[in-house]
């Protein structure tokens, strides 16, 4: 008659789980954002939305590219990490299927050292790229990055004026850029680019300047970066990287965009 049944010292750690006061559960942070992580490795999922919930964001995670696309619908996503390789289809389509209806800022995680990959993610309208691998803490900090530059960003450079530089006019009340009169579509650093180099035309602007206010202080892989747009505003400006006539190089040292009296031609008036 086993009456004491009782396992008396049941390692007595029966892990408690706080019950969440109800009134503390739904504490809303307001500015609280959803980030929609399309990745299907758990080894990435996991850790990273872990991260990105301590950092005081919701996190919805998607698994294929179909996923992805129906969570999309919802409204309230503030920005997506966009992985290039998924298991029944190419990142680059998620991106360009967002785009037709979507501006949310998209931030595509490519492997390693493919080059290729990132252009094209910038070029289909990505806002900015992460090499893998990364760390969580990289990660939030572009987040951060991008998101501070998409949201309250309507930069108040003073100069709401279009600039007109040969055939590119750039009109930064609207973001919108034309070549010829033909719209350019820019991703949103893209754009920042062009305005700083266009507003500085004919003045070399550093590297590091141009770091500093497009992009941000916090970010480390910065100067291959700044190649990689550089080369992607080219394509879209149709522009010769062996003899450009916008946007020039000044080796080692920054980027130039051409002065109006270079490339109105010989006299202009
Ligand atoms: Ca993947």
Redesign the pocket.
Known sequence: MATTTTPATAVATTERIEEPALGQAVLMQPGRRTVLLV???ES?TAPLSDALTREGFDTEVARTAGEALALSGNARLDLVLL?????DGS?FDVCRELRRNSRVPIIM?TARGDETDRIVGLEIGADDYIVKPFSAREVVARIRAVLRRTEGSDRTDGSDDAIEIGAVRLDPARRSVSLAGEAVELSRKEFDLLQLLMANAGAVVPRERIIEEVWDTTWFGQTKTLDVHVSSLRKKLADDPASPTYVHTARGVGFRFAARDEVVGEGGR
Do not use: A
């Open positions: 990745e299907d490795e990435i992985d290039v390789m998924l298991p990142g995680l």
